[in-house]
């Protein structure tokens, strides 16, 4: 399962998404919607900064979690799940976006503990085969996702992280902003 581990403030964010929307391949979803919503899927960066707080987190939570669908690689899935109103605030459901070969993005940023850690994922097809007794009738079969289409915007996206990094923690990419920050004496989380 290939992921790269990252620090990114919110400028940092901003270079990885448009970097997504304007130079990969792949189509962008929430990854859970808001409660009671439909599921969003974004064209830029723009719309993903109009409905969450990118690169601000509580805690140590990422501050958007989102899931690639690269172009011809498969189809997403899109769950209902239902909530439970009374520990929701009167929400009785949302939407999650599910796929055998969905590209995991969750960014991190800036909280009260330091820089929280951004990351990118997906599966791969020999772990998706496993599971997909499991899930196959929620998720399809794992054959009918191309993986060379995963693997390759997976690889395109990581690359593009390392480059613009300015440093490394450890073996985490250090984007710009983030390695300011932390110069500046601010922690990763």
Not at 69 to 83: D, I, M
Request: aromatic share 8%.
């Amino acid at each position: 399962m290939p992921n790269c581990d990252f620090y990114a403030l919110r400028e940092d964010l901003q270079l990885v998404l448009d970097f997504v929307f304007e130079r990969s391949d792949c189509r962008v979803f929430e990854h859970y919607s808001l409660f009671d919503s439909s599921l969003a899927e974004f064209r830029s960066t723009d719309e993903i900064e109009a409905r969450y707080p990118l690169g601000v987190c509580s805690g140590t939570a990422p501050s958007v979690l989102l899931q690639l669908l690269p172009e011809s690689a498969g189809e997403l899935v899109v769950e209902r799940a239902s909530l439970n109103p009374e520990k929701c605030n009167g929400a009785t459901f949302r939407h999650i976006a599910s796929g055998w070969g969905l590209i995991q993005l969750q960014l991190g940023g800036a909280s009260p503990r330091g820089i929280v850690a951004s990351h990118t994922n997906h599966n791969s097809e020999k772990r998706a085969l496993a599971w997909e007794p499991t899930y196959a009738d929620v998720l399809g079969p794992v054959s009918a996702w191309h993986w060379g289409s995963v693997e390759s915007s997976s690889r395109r996206i990581n690359a593009h992280i390392r480059k613009v990094a300015s440093g490394k923690v450890g073996s985490r990419p250090l984007l710009p902003a983030a390695a300011s920050a932390i110069a500046a004496g601010t922690s990763a989380a």
